[in-house]
């Protein structure tokens, strides 16, 4: 039987590079994110391009009922999962904390913090029962810094801190390992989402330096999944060269 991996949020961004990385391994892959038709594209792009399977789950990962749903509808033996990246997250608005918006602050809790429990708690007990297995959190900068404004979205990066390390001391007795990744600058669609759709605010984070890209993470994930079985990588904090910390990045003037 060939591998399978479940990737949250894989219909853009770090999310598809890494399913597609994952298929370049052989893995048969879930991919999981609200928008069907660019699953359903990845799907077919996946299973023609590297002849493995893809099993798609459209879900709300802030919806408790709709995760557990769509999980309860995978064939037994796709259930079986060696690798779980959880990378689904967003950040939305950057506001001073004394104006943020509640909506967001809970839209970030909802997906960072308690989608990446739901469909986590589903998988850890089929890890812990096969003692093999592998969940790759997906963190962040903001989970080692606090930046002006950032304030919610580094506090749920912050719970993915803990929320691993706690994965990993108790899942330590059954062979499963536990690893995050912790970028700064990527650029996706995490701007575009932060700022509501605002496309110039967004380029603007970027502007005159070279962000890292999606496919950088899924390398990093490449290499975090592919070490020996006595090898684990607890975290990875990687950065764009013209990024120090969420402080200081170096522009280049046009
Ligand atoms: C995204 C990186 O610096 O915008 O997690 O918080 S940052």
New binding site residues.
Partial sequence: MRKKALVTGASAGIGLATARMLARNGFDVIITGRRRQRLENLGQELEQEYDVSVFILVFDIRHRDEVENAWNTLPEEWKQVDVLVNNAGL?AGLDYIYEGDVEDWETMIDTNIKGLLYISRLIMPVMKERRQGHIVNLS???GKEV?QR?NI?CAT?HAVEAITKGMRIDLLPYNVKVSSVS????ETE?SVVRFKGDEQKAKSVYQGLEPLRAEDIADIIEFIITRPAHVNINDVLVMPTAQAN?FYVHREQD
């Fill in positions: 950040a962040s900068i903001a930046y950032g979205y990066k970028p700064g600058m990527v995490f969420s």
